[in-house]
T-cell receptor
Framework: DSGVTQTPKHLITATGQRVTLRCSPR?????VYWYQQSLDQGLQFLIQ???????AKGNILERFSAQQFPDLHSELNLSSLELGDSALYFC?????????????FGEGSRLTVL | GENVEQHPSTLSVQEGDSAVIKCTYS??????FPWYKQELGKRPQLIID???NVGEKKDQRIAVTLNKTAKHFSLHITETQPEDSAVYFC???????????WGAGTKLIIKP
């Protein structure tokens, strides 16, 4: 158990819909990272938050948005869903700086868009 | 910006043999290089890491080497076992911006 909790574990929805994925970081971790992993693909960095503020943005579509709340949990919102958005979405948390320790990943939320 | 290239994309080795996965990075300011293992359907997990002030680090059957001059680092797995079958990701980070740049991953297959 990494200490990072993601919900829901599985989600099936239709094209055009909107979903929200939730992540609770490890206790004490201030940074939250979101990644998208399509089938047999690598880890695509979406966005990073640190203590409530956006720290870095990767290849995140305009249809996607995220935020980190005062209690440090984070939500990733995916709207106007397309078939290609079907993927495993990972949340990871770390400390002040990634290079001072490892990144802890949640189990992921598997999104299927039909 | 930083770019990390990882080779090979797929590696098949006989059980008991060694496996080597290589990564190159472009940003000479990168100073931390972790390796993550992702088993099928599971989350990535850190297996070993190395910092730029060290040339080699070993943990039982796995080791990582770093060549700062050539800007490449490698993962070495000796005496491979079936449970080593997984996708391995390398990454590089520069302290100044805390951004972890990932390699594309290597699928390691251990043949019995």
């Amino acid at each position: 158990d990494s200490g990072v909790t993601q919900t829901p574990k599985h989600l099936i929805t239709a094209t055009g819909q909107r979903v929200t994925l939730r992540c609770s970081p490890r206790s004490g971790d201030l940074s939250v990272y979101w990644y998208q992993q399509s089938l047999d693909q690598g880890l695509q960095f979406l966005i990073q938050y640190y203590n409530g503020e956006e720290r870095a943005k990767g290849n995140i579509l305009e249809r996607f948005s995220a935020q980190q709340f005062p209690d440090l949990h984070s939500e990733l919102n995916l709207s106007s869903l397309e078939l290609g958005d079907s993927a495993l979405y990972f949340c990871a948390s770390g400390g002040l700086a990634v290079n001072t320790g490892e990144l802890f990943f949640g189990e992921g939320s598997r999104l299927t868009v039909l | 910006g930083e770019n990390v290239e990882q080779h090979p994309s797929t590696l098949s080795v006989q059980e008991g043999d060694s496996a080597v996965i290589k990564c190159t990075y472009s940003d000479s300011a990168s100073n931390y290089f972790p390796w993550y293992k992702q088993e099928l359907g599971k989350r990535p997990q850190l297996i070993i890491d190395i910092r730029s002030n060290v040339g080699e680090k070993k943990d039982q059957r796995i080791a990582v080497t770093l060549n700062k001059t050539a800007k490449h680092f490698s993962l070495h797995i000796t005496e491979t076992q079936p449970e080593d079958s997984a996708v391995y990701f390398c990454a590089a980070i520069r302290n100044s911006n805390y951004q972890l740049i990932w390699g594309a991953g290597t699928k390691l297959i251990i043949k019995p």
